[in-house]
């Protein structure tokens, strides 16, 4: 006698047949979008906690209108390094010189320690100042610079990479 085969219906297709790959797919969205989130929060962080943070946020108004009248001075200051000093050129409004400016400048590092670096700043004429010292070391460096003519303040803060 013959043998007679049964022939079985294919079972049908359901979409949790791609469960584990929409898992995989899921979790690795999760982890690419933690990378990405954790370098730019390191790419921008300037890595400088303000000491009285509180203190700092209730005088903001008073931080405002000293920024406004900075900008109302229309000084400017351009800063460069040259052989690890640094060169600063200092200008009033329009550009013009201004002749017996008194510049002074503190640099530290803006993370790590927290020892400022005094630089004396001596002017080599036209608006131009360099610093006396070479600054000791590589890398970043927060640069305030404090400017003083004619009974009108100028301040500024300038970051430089030593190379």
């Avoid at 043998?3 to 047949?17: C, K, N």
């Avoid at 954790?38 to 209108?65: C, D, E, H, K, M």
């Avoid at 900008?71 to 460069?80: A, E, F, H, R, Y």
Wanted: net charge positive; glycine share 12%; proline share 6%.
């Amino acid at each position: 006698m013959a043998q007679q085969i049964a022939v079985s219906q294919p079972m049908p297709r359901s979409l949790w047949r791609f469960f584990p790959f929409m898992v995989v797919a899921g979790l690795g969205l999760v982890v690419a979008v933690n990378i990405t989130m954790a370098v730019l929060a390191y790419r921008s962080a300037p890595g400088l906690a303000v000491q009285g943070s509180f203190a700092t946020s209730n005088a903001y108004g008073a931080i405002q209108a000293e920024a406004k009248r900075q900008v109302g001075l229309g000084w400017s200051l351009d800063v460069s390094l040259r052989g690890g000093r640094v060169e600063a050129k200092l200008a009033g409004q329009g550009g013009a010189a201004l002749p017996g400016a008194v510049l002074s400048a503190v640099a530290m590092r803006p993370v790590g320690e927290a020892t400022p670096l005094q630089l004396g700043m001596a002017e080599d004429g036209a608006g131009g100042f360099r610093s006396d010292i070479v600054l000791p070391g590589q890398g970043q460096w927060d640069i305030t610079f404090v400017a003083k003519h004619e009974g009108r303040t100028f301040r500024h803060t300038r970051r430089v990479v030593a190379p």
